[in-house]
């Protein structure tokens, strides 16, 4: 046809030609487009000197927000507070209301292992136990049967006998329903409640 090559870009449909004669310039110069309706390509001849620029959309981003640290508290050891806190306070009434005389003894007696017929610190019975706890507070008590010399009651003080199913075992009575004792050889002497070893009958010395 007497034409230059044609460069075509691709370009949303453009098709640009460049480098057409004199002759054909001024036939083509216009800008011509199909009018074909609904027509998917739309051809546009432009001049050689025609340039062709995009508006590149300016996107705005905004910084994500800072997500501060949510600090989980925990209530375990609130709790264990909370329990060590109760127990310790039930275990100083209990001493507090025994911090003198038979009491008292018991107490220095606890974590003694526990013999069979022992009577002394190094090794006890629960009947050895409660007699050495009287003797060091100067009162002799016989080691089988002590409460035989004393005086069952009903209202318990902290120093009487705890007699447990039916003599079977003996205890020292030190107040809010606790009691020390030399209860076994795996256990030893202990601070333990009246209710958990036993039916219980309380003697004391002073009727």
């Known amino acids: 046809m007497g034409r230059q090559a ?37 051809a546009v001849m432009a001049a050689p000197t025609a340039t062709v620029s995009f508006e590149r959309p300016v996107v705005k981003t905004t910084a994500a927000p800072e997500i501060e ?3 989980v508290q925990s209530t375990s050891e609130e709790e264990e507070s909370t329990t060590g806190s109760a127990a310790d306070t039930a275990l100083s009434a ?10 008292g003894i018991a107490y220095t007696g606890i974590g003694r292992p526990y013999v069979w017929g022992g009577t002394s610190p190094n090794g006890w019975d629960c009947s ?8 060091q507070a100067g009162i002799s008590i016989p080691r089988v049967n002590a409460w035989s010399i ?58």
């Open 6 to 42: 044609a460069v075509a870009a691709a370009a949303s449909g453009l098709i640009l030609t460049m480098g057409l004669p004199a002759t054909a310039a001024d036939t083509t110069a216009g800008i011509s487009a199909s009018t074909e309706s609904g027509a998917p390509n739309a």
């Open 69 to 71: 640290p949510v600090e």
């Open 94 to 103: 209990v001493a507090g209301a025994s911090t003198s005389g038979i009491a």
């Open 128 to 135: 050895g136990f409660t007699q050495w706890v009287y003797a």
């Open 150 to 207: 004393m005086t069952a009651t009903a209202a318990p003080k902290p120093g009487d006998l705890v007699v447990q199913n039916g003599g079977a075992h003996v205890g020292i009575y030190v107040g809010n329903g606790m009691m020390v004792s030399a209860l076994n050889p795996s256990q030893g002497t202990l601070l333990h409640a009246v209710a958990a070893t036993g039916s219980s009958v309380y003697y004391t010395l002073n009727p």
